[in-house]
């Protein structure tokens, strides 16, 4: 923050040197123009296109403007970066699939390899049985206890 306070001041001091007067959104201007400019000779054209003499003061002011004006790196600005990390998550999360909780898993806590390999045959078992209907067991207990009363 501290360099562009210094930039803003050395704009202006220019500024009243070459046109004789300053004001706040003109520095702005300036420095936002050197910023879109590719070279320093695009800074000189937009200031005389604009009406200020076409001197050496002007060229002088323009070259070391574009200098001093801190200018993005070429590369990815930051809407990009996060689109391209959405993407790799969406493609990451695609990857992933639901586990079916077993009853059998809970039990086996530390599990051997024996285990596992099973487990990862189980959820092809299950995908077959989903599309059957099932039905409740009968309790044979509560018909027994009306025959006993």
Do not use: C
Not at 36 to 61: C, I, M, Q, R, W
Not at 89 to 108: N, V
């Amino acid at each position: 923050m501290g360099s562009d306070g210094n930039l803003k001041t050395w704009v202006s001091d220019q500024l009243m040197s070459i046109m004789g007067f300053s004001q706040p959104t003109v520095v702005q201007y300036m420095i936002g123009l050197s910023k879109k400019a590719n070279s320093p000779a695009d800074v000189v054209g937009k200031l005389v296109e604009y009406g200020l003499p076409s001197s050496s003061d002007t060229h002088t002011f323009a070259e070391e403007l574009f200098s001093r004006v801190p200018r993005q790196a070429s590369g990815v600005n930051l809407y990009q970066k996060q689109e391209r990390e959405a993407a790799m998550l969406a493609r990451k999360q695609m990857t992933y699939e639901i586990l079916d909780a077993d009853d059998e898993e809970d039990d086996d806590v530390g599990g051997n390899v024996e285990n596992r390999s099973s487990i990862a045959a189980a959820p092809e078992t299950r995908k077959a049985d989903t599309n059957r209907k099932r039905f409740r067991k009968k309790n044979e207990s509560h018909d027994d206890e009306d025959d006993e009363a």
